[in-house]
């Protein structure tokens, strides 16, 4: 597990306090920033590009703490249980506070989606589907037809079990009623990697590490997976354009702190967050990414809402998905 310091530069560190002390809050020492996957996936790219902001805005560094495993599991639990002084927090995907609590026995006990308290929501984001440039469908049509005429023998790779990207290949299966193996891996980076050597048909990926593979040739995107394209891959047509008509997995980056965390160090991280969601800069970063930064504010009881109104959605569906993890 990787801890990385995230440091000012000594010209941003008056204003940056400035900010901090006209918040109400201003840290003493530096923040720990949890990361429920490992270094190199989606969630650390853009999540240490946050962390980057932040410390501007705080006037302290920001160490980013790579708690991988379990599809996100481990590192959200940990945040549950770390120390609500406002020095930790955890930068999460959807997948780690709304689905895992419906797949993982040992997250029943300490449910994130109702405990964790929500300081902002960051970006939105569709998956990938990205198949070694050697397997013989080149889109969904293909895919559904060759696994039905090998059932099982096509294998798709992801970052681990319950996570969004794992529903996204498992809907898929389901509602083109063919049979998929699946490869959970301990983050995105490797999950890919064994996508471009070929020990996996496909993976599906978020955007960030995989942009990169699929414009270098050694992944060819077959799909997207949300309502609309996307625009980092604005020639790849959706799952739904290719056949599937209502198909649609999408996630969000967001910023939670553990339960009991007191009411000044949530309302600085809430401003700050709301103000880097907005800015063009950071806007730049997402896009290069391959998220989507958000269309309009989203204040934080909003955010609240659509945690729980996902929660609840998710808790209905997954178990028609049989994915269930002791």
Known sequence: MKRRGLLLTPTLLAPALAHAQGSGWRPNRPITMIVPYAAG???????????QILS???GQSVVVDNRGGAGGNIGTTQAVRARPDGYTFLYAVSSN???NPHVYRTAQREDPALVLIPAGILANYQYILVANPRFEATNIQQLIALAKQQPGRI?????????NNHLAGKLLAKMADIELNDVAYRGTAPALMDAVNGTVQFN???PPPAIPLVREGQLRAIAVTGAQRSPAFP????VAEQGLPGYAVTGWHGAFFPPGTPAEPVAALRTAAAEIAAMPIFHEKLGRDGLEPLAAPVSPEAFTRQVRDEHAFWGRTIPELGIRVD
Do not use: C, M, W, Y
């Not at 996936?41 to 962390?51: L, Q, S, W, Y």
């Not at 020639?235 to 959706?238: G, I, L, R």
């Open 97 to 99: 506070v709304v689905i």
């Open 56 to 58: 501007q805005k705080l």
């Open 41 to 51: 996936g989606g969630t650390d790219i853009v999540g240490r590009e946050f962390a």
């Open 235 to 238: 020639d790849v047509p959706t």
């Open 204 to 206: 599906v990926s978020s």
């Open 155 to 163: 294998t798709f790779s992801h970052s681990g079990n319950g996570g």
